[in-house]
């Protein structure tokens, strides 16, 4: 399971300035490595991951099931995760169905806090920790159990059913996902 020291490090290194990263200090401090475990507490660490294609200016969503929306690939840390960016991959893998990603990034690209419906059970508000990767768009996805559907959208046609926090953060997430993209070219780690 990832440590906390892991998790502060991560958040600290996002790529893009955020205001989030107070509300997770706060929530580090205040409950510790229950932070990261969705069964300690009604607000904890998710990881999730756009999944884009920068060739044809595309993003792979899905249509959540529990949310009946269309949102980036995420979800709670499990066991086997050793950091965040392990989660937001194995997240990414499980939900879109890809067979390989070309890159992912090294480094968050986003934070965000978000409420949650009551269909989400006991989870009243996700602390989401957001990476970026890239596919292509002639890849296919399979829906996962946790889906009704997965699809590539133009970044100029995307769904209308979006989550209400994507419907300005998209195109910011996608900007930032390329940029970070950019960088890992431009200085390989």
Sequence with gaps: MIHLDTA?????????PTDFAGNFERLFSAVGDAALRRGAGAEHVTASCLVF???????????????????????????EDDSLRSAAHREAMEES?????????????????????????????????????????????????????????????????????????LPKLYRAGVASQQVSVRHPG
């Design 8 to 16: 502060r490090s991560e958040v600290r290194a996002t790529s893009t």
């Design 53 to 79: 294609d920068p060739d044809s200016e595309a993003v792979l969503l899905n249509h959540h099931r529990k949310a009946g929306l269309w949102g980036q690939f995420g979800g709670h840390l499990e066991a």
């Design 97 to 169: 169905g890809l067979s390989r990603l070309t890159w992912f990034s090294p480094a968050p690209i986003d934070l965000h806090v978000h409420d949650l419906s009551a269909s989400f059970g006991a989870c009243e508000r996700h602390f989401d920790v957001v990476f970026a990767a890239v596919a292509s768009v002639h890849q296919v996805p399979v829906v996962s159990d946790e889906s009704l559907a997965v699809k590539w959208f133009p970044l100029s046609a995307l769904p209308s059913s979006l989550m209400p926090d994507l419907v300005v953060r």
